[in-house]
């Protein structure tokens, strides 16, 4: 119990310490969200957990191919926020990830990458 407790206290840490840096420099916590600081996080729970090299590579693999339909998002949301505001946008940044990634996923599965 121990061990999860302070694994949540970690991963809820790294969101205040982006939020609080975000908020002196916009830059730099951007720069700081953008890591990929969770993954590398989950990659280290996993080893220490005692997870199969196999699943842990696994779930880098499936990390990247997640991360793609994810980046329009990030594009998009600076220039709805200006004309919809930050609900109306958020909730459309999220539906367009939705869609971006059902397609994204569509076209992968022809490859033989099956994300769903």
Do not use: N
């Not at 302070?6 to 720069?31: C, F, H, N, P, Q």
């Amino acid at each position: 119990m121990l061990w999860l407790i302070a694994k949540y206290a970690i991963t809820a840490g790294m969101v205040v310490l982006i939020s609080e840096v975000a908020k002196r420099s916009d830059r730099l916590g951007g720069l700081i969200a953008a890591l990929p600081l969770v993954t590398v996080l989950v990659l280290i729970w996993m080893k220490l957990e005692g997870q199969s090299q196999a699943k842990i590579a696994s779930h880098a693999w499936y990390t990247f191919w997640y991360v793609v339909p994810t980046l329009p998002m990030f594009v998009a949301f600076p220039f709805l926020y200006q004309r919809w505001g930050f609900w109306p946008t958020l909730v459309a940044s999220c539906l367009l990830t939705i869609v971006l990634f059902i397609l994204w996923a569509t076209l992968l599965k022809r490859f033989g990458i099956a994300l769903m």
